[in-house]
């Protein structure tokens, strides 16, 4: 008999996380979140959208192929030929889910489909049951749920259910729904459609009003049993449910919501900060349960008493997370097996030669810092993970900066495997960097955010630089650490051009779906 109070976790970071603008990944990244994410413990793993493009299909292919634990999902419209994509993209996977959908808002069916209710509801027939032929575990969603006629609803879903749906979700695609409403939802499915006890509710709420993982939970505590969400609520406009919101909050007031995952909470920080450097979005620091101020306590009397218990201020411990007190126990006399235990410690699996390459990097920071901290380490590692496979690779580079201007750069480039390098000049030494590497890699690219800030303490901190591009509606995020902030601007800017080079070859389908 299952467990009546499971809850499924439902992760969807590599597909409607991606769709946050400038959040795309390549192959490799994904493999690598993947694999974070069945670590994890998530129960089912959507991978991406196979129809959108040849390089989300062989994302798919891939990470159906790597992971055996979880199950492994495909995104499609509802049409043959999506779902037919979608299914061959999971021909390998050890557990496959198709998860096809259809809006069915009166404001969607008329605006975007164009089509009317009956249609609507006979392509939910076709496209469920043709999915079901090539998959024994189909998830189907009615995109705009939230502004859908309960009535509707309740006939759209019915059909699903009597064609072979094996999850039935229930999006708040705009983030429109308040906790009460979402609960009525949920409650009016389960009181009005047959054969609802049959399959598995399921949540899917955006962010747009800040009430992402509140639906979430009301759905939950209304009898859903499984949740979308995703790493730091990453997803288009506002974000989606932050799963490790749900999931602390499922643990830390079990009191009232006495539901239990299968997520191995230990291993959220690690997982975030791993998704963090992918994508180049930086975690805010009053971010709850994985931003840097998560666990931070300024104010005397909150410091008070956490010296006394800890349980005055902190409703849950740092560890429970996976996150661990700073120490200063690195230096450049620690040699590489330290170095590989204490990278062991921090939550990361990488390779020796990683390993190698990364303690390189370490020995060099040493020699320029004072001290070293564990997010030093992280920044390194991280720096690491987002130049996999990178088509522009900073050489070196020289920068002339002061009172008298113009300010120059001399930048070398390996582009391709082949070595570039030009003199330029701007207003500052970041526009002269930035203005010698759109010469070197030509781009239409506008500079949307360039924003600096400190990986730690002291003047000879790590600086971390985030840039963002967008070029013919394609948005980019790019990331770089360094001790010298000119250099890390190099190295954010250079990443994004790498992540633009990836996106240009990706083309998504006509009414793609943000669900």
């Not at 920080?269 to 930086?282: E, H, R």
Request: charge should be negative; glycine fraction near 6%; hydrophobic fraction near 40%.
């Amino acid at each position: 008999m299952k467990d009546q109070n499971y809850i499924k976790i439902f992760d969807t970071t590599l597909r409607d996380g991606e769709q946050s603008p400038g959040a795309s990944m390549n192959i490799e990244e994904k493999l690598k979140i993947a694999a974070a994410l069945e670590e994890l413990g998530v129960d089912i793993i959507e991978a991406g959208f196979p129809a959108a493009s040849k390089g989300d299909f062989e994302a798919v292919s891939h990470v159906s192929e790597a992971v055996k634990k979880s199950s492994v999902c495909a995104l499609s419209r509802a049409s043959k030929h999506d779902i037919q994509t979608a299914a061959d993209a999971l021909k390998n996977a050890a557990q496959p889910r198709i998860h096809t959908f259809i809006s069915t808002s009166d404001l969607h069916m008329e605006h975007k489909l164009q089509l009317n209710a009956n249609e609507v509801y006979e392509k939910v027939i076709e496209s469920v049951s043709f999915a079901r032929n090539l998959c024994d575990d189909v998830e189907w969603s009615c995109e705009d749920g939230t502004r859908t006629s309960l009535d509707f609803m309740c006939r759209t879903v019915e059909a699903a259910i009597k064609n072979g749906a094996t999850t039935i979700n229930i999006p708040d695609t705009v983030g429109y729904s308040v906790p009460e409403e979402f609960t009525h939802i949920i409650e009016h499915l389960i009181n009005n459609v047959p054969n609802i006890d049959k399959v598995t509710l399921s949540t899917h709420c955006h962010n747009d009003l800040g009430l992402a993982v509140a639906n979430s939970l009301a759905g939950v505590k209304a009898g859903a049993r499984q949740v979308e969400c995703t790493i730091n609520g990453l997803g288009e406009r506002a974000g989606n449910a932050a799963m490790e919101e749900i999931v602390m909050a499922i643990r830390t007031r079990n009191d009232l919501m006495p539901f239990n995952t299968n997520i191995k909470t230990e291993n959220i920080a690690k997982t975030s900060k791993l998704v963090s450097a992918v994508t180049g979005f930086p975690v805010q620091f009053n971010k709850a349960i994985v931003g840097k101020n998560a666990f931070a306590h300024e104010a005397g009397i909150h410091q008070d008493g956490m010296l006394k218990n800890n349980k005055t201020y902190e409703i849950m411990t740092p560890e429970s997370v996976g996150v661990s007190e700073s120490n200063l126990v690195m230096g450049k006399h620690s040699g590489r097996h330290a170095f590989k235990q204490k990278i062991s410690e921090l939550g990361y699996s990488i390779s020796d030669n990683a390993v190698e390459e990364a303690f390189e990097k370490f020995k060099s920071l040493a020699d320029k810092k004072k001290t070293i901290y564990d997010e030093d380490i992280i920044a390194i590692i991280d720096d690491q993970v987002i130049r996999v496979n990178d088509t522009v690779i900073l050489k070196d580079l020289q920068v002339v900066a002061g009172t008298k201007g113009p300010q120059k750069a001399e930048i070398n480039l390996v582009v391709n495997d082949e070595i570039k390098n030009i003199t330029s000049t701007g207003d500052g030494p970041v526009d002269a960097i930035f203005n010698g590497l759109s010469q070197i890699v030509p781009h239409k690219a506008k500079l949307l955010l360039y924003q600096v800030h400190a990986v730690t303490e002291g003047t000879d901190a790590q600086a971390e630089v985030s840039v963002r591009l967008s070029e013919e509606g394609k948005t980019v995020v790019g990331l770089g650490a360094d001790t010298d902030t000119l250099v890390a601007s190099a190295k954010a800017y250079i990443n994004a051009l790498n992540k633009l080079i990836i996106k240009r070859e990706k083309t998504a389908p006509a009414q793609m779906a943000g669900i």
